[in-house]
């Protein structure tokens, strides 16, 4: 049983920040690629950030300059900080986890964590 657990989402006037975390805990052998995802109410889940095991990341355009994602493979956490908050950056926020167990990969994910950006 694998469980993905968020927190540090909340309530941030336009220009603050928050630093989202999730923690993989289970049955794991091992981490390949992990990110946040979000969703607007009325638009699809969208990307904002990925890194992979090896440190690599890539950001949406929106983001950039603004967000920083990191992992400590360690603790099996990833990690959002979010700077220069907006007001169009409320959403739901969702990590995502790629786990190995044996020879299996599957995608896992969180229940979701709420940031309000107020203007």
């Known amino acids: 049983q694998v469980q993905l657990v968020e927190s540090g989402g909340g309530l941030v006037q336009a220009g603050g920040s928050l630093r989202l975390s999730c923690a993989a805990s289970?049955?794991?052998?091992?981490?390949?690629?992990m990110g946040w995802h979000r969703q607007a109410p009325g638009k699809q889940r969208e990307l904002v950030a990925a890194?992979?095991?090896?440190?690599?990341?890539n950001y949406a355009d929106s983001v950039k300059g603004r967000f920083t994602i990191s992992r400590d493979n360690a603790k099996n956490t990833v990690y959002l900080q979010m700077n220069s908050l907006k007001p169009e950056d409320t959403a739901v926020y969702y990590c995502r986890a790629e786990i190995r167990k044996t020879i299996c990969t599957r995608t896992y994910w969180g229940q979701g964590t709420q940031v309000t950006v107020s203007s």
């Open positions: 890194i992979t095991i090896g440190g690599s990341t």
């Open positions: 289970g049955s794991i052998d091992s981490i390949n690629a």
